[in-house]
């Protein structure tokens, strides 16, 4: 209880601060010296016109629908040419906000955009191929230079929507779902808020999604949820000031956007809502997330990656500084869907503390995709619950509203350069654990440089392939603090000493190992299971 007060105080200090409004000229000099080359992003300016909500009727009580007020300010401003639609203090209740292009979304401090819980409130969207989705929140596609500023709060109401596993919640919280109405799952262990989702999952097992009618989506509507923000195919984009919450589903699908800035961004989710991820960011390129703050219930900054088109990187030139990760359950996380290509990523100044993992790396053979040229560095991880690194080309999801994947693609992951930096973690259940599972899902050309885990268990190499350690310490509780396994061309350089069989090797496939100028030496080392000594060549 004492190290959740803390947090929050944190997170309020954080979130109390005021906004301010990032310029040209500091995102210019943000994107400055980078380890790879330097690309530029507009921010998106607005003509000096203003459409206030309150002069069109709305009503800030928390009980008036504003839904059609909202939008129609923002189609108003779009047609005039653009400029700001101003939120004033309230309380906004609304259904679905559509955003247009050269219109900025501004919540003056005060000001909450509250999203009904009516789901009337929300008409289904087709997609071409006659899959059905809950709108977002707010949502926009095809546009041009579009921003959400400002001090207030997006409030994504989704206790209303969210299904909450037993294993999250204390005996006495359990039972107060009871009350709340709502039903169980069939073992019992999963709650929704709404009657009729169990048996819309039950119906859901029985139909082919790529056949289902309207009508059939409509009755499985109580298992889809909807994203809180989710703009599409954009050009300039600027996030800012806001701070978003109670997210029915993702909280921030970002897809297919040149030029986006994040900027002073908070994520207020409980860590035991479902698939409540804070910034996913999706096939896009020239982006920078600059001093944002997340708290949430699932991955905290997530790249993704799908569709893969031949030749093309569909993430790429991606810069994160100064952010801060509380709980989630990674702070910096890359996959699950990586099969549509990343490439130059960079990741400088960022904190961890009480995340589940710090660094979280995550696919599997329905969606990989070439991942390379990251570089994370300046990394400070406190009190994990899980591994400070983890690299997982098995993953599978385990949501509480089962997604199945089409085992008929092989998309095999493959994360290739790759630079760590600088990493430094107090607590945590393991250093790292980075390998594939066999020959075709392996890691490769990863390099750690000025690292120190303090864990309880430590370093592990299996399945990989150009592992370089360079002044790598790692102090783990129990066990070898390395250990390898089919492990080759793994290089340890200017090395602490460690006590004892501090690296166990293991494994006939265990070849080209090198052990530089260190304070670490050969009787350090421990073979079994077929390793050759002779696979370590000390220079």
Excluded at 44 to 50: E, I, K, M, R
Excluded at 126 to 132: E, F, K, R, T
Excluded at 521 to 538: H, M, Q, R, T, W
Aim: hydrophobic share 40%; with cysteine; aromatic share 8%.
């Amino acid at each position: 209880m004492k190290r959740l007060s803390i947090l929050l105080a944190l997170f309020l200090v954080a979130s109390s601060m005021f906004a301010q409004q990032i310029t040209q000229q500091e995102v210019n000099q943000q994107l400055k010296d980078l380890p790879f080359e330097s690309f530029a992003i507009t921010i998106p300016t607005f003509p000096d016109l203003t459409y206030n909500i309150a002069d069109r009727g709305s009503i800030g009580d928390g009980v008036f629908k504003n839904t059609e007020i909202i939008n129609n300010a923002i189609q108003e401003c779009f047609k005039a040419g653009g400029g700001q639609v101003i939120v004033p203090p309230g309380i906004y209740l609304t259904g679905p906000i559509t955003m247009a292009s050269h219109v900025n979304l501004h919540l003056d401090a005060g000001s909450v955009i509250l999203f009904s819980a009516d789901l009337e409130d929300y008409d289904l969207v087709y997609s071409s191929s006659g899959n059905a989705s809950m709108p977002s929140l707010i949502s926009g596609s095809d546009l041009e230079d579009v921003a959400i500023t400002g001090e207030g709060v997006i409030n994504g109401n989704g206790d209303k929507w969210r299904p909450i596993k037993q294993e999250k919640r204390t005996e006495k919280q359990w039972k107060a779902l009871k009350k709340k109405g709502g039903e169980f799952s069939a073992d019992g262990k999963i709650w929704f808020p709404r009657k009729g989702t169990q048996a819309a999952i039950e119906l859901k097992k029985t139909l082919k999604t790529s056949k289902m009618t309207k009508e059939e989506w409509d009755k499985v509507r109580l298992i889809l949820r909807s994203y809180t923000l989710n703009v599409e195919n954009t050009n300039n984009m600027l996030v800012e000031g806001i701070t978003l919450m109670n997210s029915p589903h993702i909280t921030n699908m970002l897809r297919g956007i040149d030029g986006l800035v994040m900027h002073d961004v908070k994520i207020l989710n409980e860590w035991w809502y479902q698939n409540a991820d804070g910034l996913d960011i999706s096939r896009c390129r020239n982006v920078l997330l600059y001093n944002c703050t997340v708290n949430t219930g699932d991955d905290g900054i997530c790249m993704k990656s799908s569709g893969k088109k031949e030749g093309q990187f569909r993430l790429e030139n991606i810069v994160i500084k100064d952010c801060k990760v509380y709980h989630g359950h990674g702070g910096f996380v890359v996959g699950s869907n990586t099969d549509g290509g990343m490439n130059n990523i960079y990741v400088k100044n960022l904190t961890c503390s009480l995340t589940d993992i710090g660094l979280r790396f995550k696919s599997d053979v329905t969606r990989g995709g070439k991942v390379t040229n990251l570089f994370i560095e300046d990394v400070y991880m406190t009190d994990l619950l899980g591994g400070a690194i983890s690299f997982n080309l098995n993953y599978k999801d385990n949501a509480a509203i089962p997604v199945h994947a089409d085992e008929s693609k092989f998309l095999a992951p493959r994360f290739d350069g790759i630079h760590f930096k600088n990493i430094y973690c107090y607590g945590a259940e393991q250093a790292c654990i980075i390998g594939g599972v066999d020959a075709n899902l392996n890691v490769k050309n990863v390099s750690f440089e000025n690292v120190l885990l303090q864990t309880k268990k430590g370093f592990e190499a299996i399945e990989s392939e150009g592992v370089s350690l360079d002044n790598v310490q790692v102090m783990a509780e129990e066990g070898p603090a390395f250990l390898l396994k089919n492990t080759t061309h793994f290089s340890f350089q200017n090395m602490k000493a460690i006590d004892g069989k501090g690296v166990l090797v293991q494994g006939e496939e265990t070849e080209g190992l090198t052990l530089g100028k260190s304070e670490m030496n050969i009787d350090n080392f421990e073979f079994l299971d077929g390793a050759d000594p002779k696979s370590v060549v000390v220079k």
